[in-house]
C-alpha cells in the first residue's frame, strides 16, 4: 500500500458515516450534509466551508476515477476543536492524487494535515481502494475576547 503520511491523531468524539453512489450527482448531497454537520457540531461557519470544500475536493477525485456502480463512504469525527474526515472510494486508476493537483493543493491548503492511501488493485472488487484523510483544527487567537481563528498555515 503506497502512502503519503503526517501525524494524525487518533479519532474521538463523535462520528457520522455518509454513504453516496460514486456520481457527480451526488457531491452536492454530500457537501450539504458536511457543511451542515459542521455547523451542527458548533464550528464557525468559515471552518464549516472550508470543511466543506476540503470533502467536496477528495470526493470529486474519487467520483472522477470511480469505477461503475461504487459509492464513496465520508466519514466525519470531530470533537469541540478537530474534525477528523475519511473519504474512501473504489477507483479504476491507482494515480488518482496525481492526477488532482489542484485538488490536492486545495486540500493541504484548507487542513491542518492531509493523507491518502491506496491499496493494490483488488480483483474482487475491480478497482484501487483509495483513501483520503484530513483533519481540520479550530483554533483559539490571542484576542481580547479569545475570538476563533483558522488552522495555523
Excluded: K
Excluded at 59 to 64: G, I, P
Excluded at 98 to 124: C, K, N
Amino acid at each position: 500500500m503506497d502512502s503519503a503520511r503526517s501525524d494524525l491523531p487518533a479519532r474521538t468524539g463523535s462520528t457520522v458515516g455518509i454513504r453516496v453512489a460514486a456520481q457527480p450527482g451526488q457531491l452536492m448531497m454530500l457537501r450539504a450534509l458536511t457543511e451542515t454537520l459542521a455547523l451542527v457540531a458548533g464550528f464557525p461557519i468559515d471552518g464549516a466551508v472550508d470543511i466543506r470544500l476540503a470533502v467536496d475536493e477528495a470526493a470529486t477525485a474519487l467520483v472522477l476515477d470511480a469505477t461503475p456502480a461504487t459509492s464513496i463512504d465520508c466519514v466525519v469525527d470531530y470533537d469541540d476543536t478537530h474534525v477528523f474526515v475519511q473519504v474512501s472510494g473504489l477507483c479504476a486508476s491507482r494515480n488518482v492524487v496525481e492526477r488532482a493537483r489542484l485538488g490536492w493543493h486545495v486540500l493541504r491548503t484548507l487542513t491542518t494535515s492531509v493523507t491518502f492511501d491506496r491499496a493494490d488493485y483488488d480483483p474482487a472488487r475491480g478497482g484501487y481502494p483509495i483513501t483520503v484523510r484530513f483533519l481540520w483544527s479550530r483554533i483559539r487567537t490571542g484576542g481580547p475576547n479569545g475570538s476563533e481563528g483558522r488552522r495555523p498555515h
